[in-house]
Nanobody, 126 residues
Framework: GPLVESGGGSVQPGGSLTLSCEGATSPYINYCMTWFRQIAGEEREAVAS???????NYHDSVSGRFTISLDSANATLYLQMNSLKSADAATYYC?????????????????????WGQGTQVTVSS
């Protein structure tokens, strides 16, 4: 089914948000599920991924602050975001793709993902 993100909103710097992506399932043994973010006029950037064996990848700028997780039973992908900074403000998208590309740098390649949600907006300002 389609991917549907939610949980975005406006927070102050240092605050927290948890994003959800419903419909996060895959019929394949190997898959990669990833949160991306995009600022208007810029490229979509991979933030955090989780693969079928539970392994994760994080962009350097969010490592230690963001946590990605997958509730397979409820087909929901999460992104827990702590210590938010103004630089984290963007529209966040979840994407899924088949294959083992999350074992290497390809997890950051937008074109490897075949399903996308519509995005949820995160604003960080005082």
């Amino acid at each position: 089914g389609p991917l549907v993100e939610s949980g975005g909103g406006s927070v102050q710097p240092g605050g927290s948000l948890t994003l959800s992506c419903e419909g996060a399932t895959s019929p394949y043994i190997n898959y990669c599920m990833t949160w991306f973010r995009q600022i208007a006029g810029e490229e979509r950037e991979a933030v955090a991924s989780i693969r079928s064996d539970g392994g994760t990848n994080y962009h350097d700028s969010v490592s230690g602050r963001f946590t990605i997780s997958l509730d397979s039973a409820n087909a929901t992908l999460y992104l827990q975001m702590n210590s938010l900074k103004s630089a984290d403000a963007a529209t966040y998208y979840c994407g899924t793709g088949a294959g083992d590309f999350c074992y290497n740098k390809h997890w950051k390649w937008r074109r490897r993902y075949t399903s996308w949600g519509q995005g949820t907006q995160v604003t960080v300002s005082s």
